[in-house]
């Protein structure tokens, strides 16, 4: 693919990804699209979202958060996410997320993409 590509959040599917509940994304950019070093996810954390504790063994994820309020604790300190903060989680680094407000938006980018990887991808 040699050209641009434009995504419209209303055209994108709508998944829950494993270990995360009242949680939903979509993804903006993949593997699928032509992109060969990183994902984009647009997420949404409802008043009872979270993340159970996890890692991930083959890539990154970063997250910028757009809205809201995210609880996150791990193998760092524990922090608190709000508009415009931004966190990188590199690759073995066990965290979990707790939605803290009605509603919290985000942007994930996973490196290399995570959909290219033998980690699976709930779409269900």
Known sequence: MNTYKKVSMKDVEVYSPPGHGDTYNKRLLGPKDGAVFAEIIHGEMGNVGH?????????????????????????????????????????????????????ATFLVIYSPPREASSEAVNKG
């Open 51 to 103: 993340a159970e504790p996890h890692a991930h063994a083959e890539f990154e994820q970063s997250m910028y958060m757009l809205s809201g309020r995210l609880r996150v604790t791990g193998d760092g300190p524990e922090v608190i996410l709000e508009k415009d903060d931004f966190i990188f989680f590199p690759k073995h680094s066990m965290h979990k997320v707790v939605c803290e407000t009605e509603k």
